[in-house]
């Protein structure tokens, strides 16, 4: 398939639904925006470490390597987030099913951390985009 034909079938939008695309572009820049924050995290960890272990009490010893494990971590659930997205985008079926099992894990997860308000409204609004691509994926007709 040449570039013209390529690009012509993911500008076409007549055959994508509203809901699907809308959620795509939400999720294009949520998860594309912590990819990259967490790939940034990669390089920081070892900062991180040293800033909590001088200024918070409680925190003796942490080193870089639990950072650099859980920006991986990160990277690699949003990032397997955003290609499900692409995927969906690009009316692909299997793009669901990856975008539906990285951010059930990440939902899972969160629970294993401190509960804040933060972490609520994300398994909340997790939630919530979860049951809104599955009303678009009803939409989109097998090729």
Known sequence: MEFEEIYADITNTSKR???LRRLCYIT???SGSMTLFSFGGFFLS???ANYINTFV???YNIGGTVFILFFLAVFILFGSSLTGAFLMFRLKHSGFWIY???NAMM???SFFVVMNFINILFIVVSIIFIFLYVKAYKQIKKK
Do not use: T, V
């Open 107 to 109: 939902i899972f997860l």
């Open 57 to 59: 009490k409680g925190f």
């Open 17 to 19: 639904p509203l809901l």
């Open 100 to 102: 539906l099992s990285a």
């Open 28 to 30: 294009f820049f949520f």
């Open 46 to 48: 070892g900062w991180m």
